[in-house]
């Protein structure tokens, strides 16, 4: 099937590594021109935009961005349109994740959640939103990275990401419901258990990885790729009518 996103324009935040990195490798597998924004060093990101580049035959541009900084938000914007003129699709990828128990969080540590998880979100998705307008673009879309966590746990001790990601399910339909008639998709998706550098390095991950097979009805956990192919499609005219829907990639673990 083609997904005639040859051409689009897409930012990727969280693009450097995991579940973004994959949708990065997606897009330009469908010739899309990828724009990774990530925090992490700047060589890295660089060196996964110029290989992606080389392989795919598509443009990349890489940027370093901290999603819940104003002013990192408008040079990501600024620098994207000046080199591509425009952007067609936002993956609002990049995640703050970790267990922390309520009896230890401190008021700063929620905080970094709520501004990268909820903050982050915004404020690239009100970046979106207006240059979709001033540009008067018939269609764009927007797809959050949510999580499995906003509505069934049995991890304990991550109530800082659950709340903030619960926050970015109700954005979702908010927002949809908000500028869809304008012609703005915006969509979420749900991974489950992903297995990426960071969920292998949390304590007990090999343990809390067998016990996690046990109860994922497609019998084992995602990969990211397997994340991105969704999210993917539901950027495509093929989704035309998926608005506003947060869709359930975990394998059958909410069943
Ligand atoms: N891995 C899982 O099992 C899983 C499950 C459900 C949801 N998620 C969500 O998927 C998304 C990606 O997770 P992942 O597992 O691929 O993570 P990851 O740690 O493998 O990669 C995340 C990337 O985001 C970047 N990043 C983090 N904060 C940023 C910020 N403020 N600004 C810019 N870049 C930032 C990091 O540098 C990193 O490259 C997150 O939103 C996460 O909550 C992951």
């Not at 990101?45 to 580049?53: E, F, P, Q, R």
């Amino acid at each position: 099937m083609d997904l005639g996103l040859k051409g689009k324009v897409v930012i990727v935040t969280g693009g450097g590594a995991g579940i973004g990195a994959a949708m990065c490798q997606t897009f330009a597998e469908e010739g899309a021109n990828v724009v990774i924004a990530d925090f992490r060093p700047i060589e890295d990101t660089v060196s996964y935009a110029d290989k992606l580049a080389q392989k795919y035959q598509v443009e990349t541009l890489a940027v370093k961005v901290d999603v819940s900084r104003p002013d990192d938000v408008k040079r990501l914007f600024a620098e994207t349109v000046k080199k591509f003129r425009t952007v067609d699709i936002l993956m609002n990828n990049a995640g703050k994740m970790g267990l922390n128990r309520i009896e230890d969080i401190t008021i700063e540590e929620l905080q970094k959640f709520e501004r990268v998880n909820i903050e982050g979100l915004f404020l690239m998705s009100q970046a979106m939103v207006k240059l979709h307008r001033e540009q008067k673009r018939e269609k764009s879309w927007i797809v959050n990275t949510i999580s499995k966590s906003a509505f069934s746990t049995n991890s304990g001790g991550n109530s800082p990401y659950i709340a903030t990601k619960g926050a970015a399910a109700a954005f979702t339909r908010g927002l949809a419901t908000e500028v869809g008639r304008e012609g703005i998709y915006v969509n979420g998706i749900i991974p489950g258990y992903v297995v990426t550098e960071t969920t292998k390095n949390i304590p007990n991950a090999k343990e809390r990885s067998e016990a996690m097979t046990k109860i994922i009805p497609v019998g084992r956990e995602a990969e990211p790729k397997e994340i991105a192919d969704v999210a993917v499609f539901l950027c495509s005219e093929k989704a035309c009518q998926v608005m506003g829907v947060l869709m359930d990639i975990t394998g059958g673990t909410m069943l």
